[in-house]
């Protein structure tokens, strides 16, 4: 890397900086102003001590003693303050455009491959200013790159990343993970280091639903949060081990099938692991619960890579248990204007219908909901041929904050009894409370239908 100088801004600054330091000049010449006479004056004061008997001993002014020669000045000054001022504001309007016109040329002109790597280092864990943080680091990762940066300097810098990484109050950018992950790589860090990075790099956050009526199953999800990990040019690989979920001391059997088995790596941010119900349990009382969850992780370097962290990740939630005739547990909006902002964002990505390895046949579909939604979508999914109507599943997609975009995708397969034959439907989503609360987020549903048109039936083999 290399900064690229123009002449003409140096030019420009080389006049301003003369032109700052004659204006000072000036200024200090005319304001100290010319010397008119060659009397004997006191330094102190500056009163004129011609005519006053010798031996000057004393300024008879202000009473400094005049026994040496520093004591006296030679010579009364006129000042010329017209000029001084001129010349002052010169100065003035020169360094106000020599500051302005070297900030723009630094703006423009990369300094970082100038800079000690030290400082370099101030700048990347900088993390309030993204722009000078990932600058700095830009660079320190060609040093890396090239062979220019020592051992010693190098374990320094995968100290930083993993201080970065474990304060989560600090901005992480990706650039650090790519230190650690030459650092695991050419393995240049301690075992202990490499474990505390894993554990800061996943992070397991389980979600139960708040309220739940005795009786019914319980709906659980895990997200398997990673945005403090690995740079965008690296391949790890997490995968789980058999999990331990307890409810108030009960054992409760889970598989980790039972939430998706979705191995992932380091461009992934952010995956959600829905969870199959639990069953209910009998003997739970009402009132609140706690949920809690060992999952164990373990991170490989790629695919059946070096190990490079294995820990029991833990995480927990609480729920209330209301008795089963306290009603639903969903209350329904009624809200036109929301539903057709809910309705303009529904695309249906594909509707295949196929055989499976039994024979049953398979209908499977993809909907997609981009549009922000105020209120959660629990529907019940049928197709209309224009003579039956045909059950095809269920989608669900959570209310969302106005900031965020809103996408969700639900897909669903659905095994299709005999008899539909259609190439083209309209797809009918009716609202369904008693799925909504088999979902972990949805409490407030819109009572609205949806329908989507001359939706195309994909037939395969």
Excluded at 44 to 63: F, M, V
Excluded at 201 to 210: I, K, T
Excluded at 273 to 302: Q, Y
Aim: glycine share 8%; charged share 20%; net charge neutral.
């Amino acid at each position: 890397m290399s900064a690229s100088f123009s002449l003409g801004p140096l030019i420009v600054l080389a006049m301003l900086l003369a032109a700052a330091l004659a204006g000072t000049v000036l200024f200090w010449r005319c304001w100290r102003g010319k010397r008119i006479d060659d009397h004997p004056l006191c330094r102190r004061c500056r009163y004129d001590l011609t005519g006053t008997p010798k031996p000057r001993i004393s300024c008879p002014e202000c009473g400094a003693a005049l026994t040496t020669d520093k004591a006296l000045i030679i010579g009364n000054r006129k000042r010329r303050t017209g000029t001084a001022v001129i010349a002052g504001l010169a100065t003035l309007a020169s360094a106000a455009l020599l500051v302005l016109v070297t900030s723009n040329t630094a703006n423009n002109v990369n300094l970082n491959p100038y800079k000690p790597l030290w400082w370099l280092r101030i700048d990347a864990r900088d993390t309030n200013s993204f722009i000078t943080c990932s600058a700095a680091l830009d660079e320190i990762g060609y040093r890396i790159a090239t062979g220019k940066v020592s051992e010693a300097n190098f374990r320094r810098l995968w100290v930083d990343a993993i201080a970065v990484q474990t304060d989560v109050n600090r901005q992480w950018i990706v650039n650090w993970g790519d230190i650690a992950w030459d650092a695991i790589q050419k393995n240049r860090g301690t075992t202990e280091q490499y474990q505390q990075y894993g554990e800061n790099m996943v992070r397991p956050v389980l979600h139960v639903r708040q309220t739940i009526r005795q009786g019914q199953p319980i709906p659980i999800a895990l997200t398997l949060i990673s945005d403090r990990g690995f740079g965008n040019n690296t391949t790890f690989q997490e995968s789980h081990g058999e999990m331990d979920l307890v409810i108030d001391g009960h054992h409760v059997p889970v598989k980790m099938e039972d939430f998706g088995n979705l191995p992932y790596n380091g461009s992934l941010s952010k995956t959600s692991l829905i969870a199959s119900e639990i069953a209910p349990l009998a003997d739970l009382s009402l009132g609140m619960h706690e949920v809690s969850l060992k999952i164990p992780i373990r991170i490989t370097a790629g695919n059946d890579g070096a190990v490079i962290a294995s820990w029991d990740a833990k995480t927990q939630a609480t729920f209330e248990l209301i008795a089963n005739d306290a009603g639903s547990t969903v209350r329904l909006i009624h809200h036109p204007a929301a539903a057709a902002h809910a309705q303009s964002g529904i695309r249906v990505e594909y509707l295949r219908l196929a055989t499976g390895n039994n024979g049953a046949r398979l209908m499977s579909y993809r909907i997609l909901f981009h549009a922000p939604r105020r209120y959660g979508i629990a529907h019940e999914v049928y197709a209309d041929d224009g003579k039956n109507l045909w059950f095809l599943g269920v989608v669900n997609a959570p209310a969302t904050s106005p900031s965020e975009n809103g996408s969700y995708t639900s897909t669903y397969t659905f095994e299709l009894k005999e008899g539909f034959e259609a190439s083209l439907v309209d797809l009918i989503l009716t609202p369904s409370t008693e799925y909504a609360e088999q979902t972990v987020g949805i409490t407030e549903l819109l009572d609205h239908e949806f329908i989507i048109k001359d939706v195309q039936v994909v037939y395969q083999p």
